[in-house]
């Protein structure tokens, strides 16, 4: 399999709770793997725990904030599969 031709690529938004944790709110992350290795990168946005689908890897809920937090989310996903696919166009290798 020659690895510069195929690669896996995936985005998913995960919370993690802060270690001193001080509030109710976790931070959120996008967690990018690439041909089976993964970086995270946070989002600098916070989220109520009981407000987020792991299943989903989005916030719930119809408020002004959830509704942000995921068009945030969507933005984000857009940006980061936008430059993967720039890489792979330009015959780039793509690592995390």
Known sequence: ?????????GIHFIIRSPKNQKSKLVS????????G????IS??????PD???DLKG???GRSEEV???????DRMRTL???AYHSLVEKGKVVTV
């Open 67 to 73: 509704v942000k937090l995921n068009t945030h989310i």
């Open 1 to 9: 399999m020659d690895n510069k031709n195929v690669n896996t690529f």
């Open 58 to 60: 989005r916030a719930k």
């Open 80 to 82: 980061i599969a936008e």
């Open 51 to 53: 407000q987020w689908s």
């Open 28 to 35: 959120v992350y996008a967690r990018i793997s690439v041909n």
């Open 37 to 40: 290795r993964r970086a995270e």
């Open 43 to 48: 989002l600098k946005r916070k989220v109520s």
